[in-house]
């Protein structure tokens, strides 16, 4: 499956979580190294859509939410470097399909 590109990335998903410093599961310092800031969330933004662009989502597992599915590969950071990545979309029972997470991968994190 593709994802679409109109499915939801929230705004807050971007700023109040994968960018914000948190003392646990904290995403911002991985993402930095990208140049991923909360000062151009857009550039995240965009970079996890042509993420989902380029690969096919995998299905992962249903549950009473909707069907989760996974996509790998490099987020494409503003800087140059690349990041491995899994991002996790769910489609929901009315179909619409949004943006869960992003996971970083433990192999290869810059190319």
């Not at 140049?35 to 249903?62: D, M, S, Y």
């Not at 987020?75 to 491995?84: F, P, Q, R, T, W």
Request: proline content about 5%; glycine content about 4%.
């Amino acid at each position: 499956m593709k994802i679409p590109p109109d499915a939801i990335i929230a705004h807050d998903k971007l700023t109040a979580y994968l960018l914000a410093p948190k003392a646990r599961n904290d995403k911002s310092k991985f993402l930095a190294r990208a140049g991923f800031t909360q000062r151009n969330p857009e550039a995240l933004l965009e970079a996890i859509r042509l993420l989902a662009a380029e690969k096919e989502a995998v299905q992962n597992r249903t549950d009473c939410y909707g069907t989760f599915y996974q996509v790998e590969g490099m987020l494409k950071g503003v800087n140059g470097i690349d990041l491995a990545v899994t991002t996790i979309w769910m489609e929901q029972h009315d179909s619409q399909v949004k943006f869960i997470t992003l996971i970083p991968r433990k192999e290869l994190h810059e190319t």
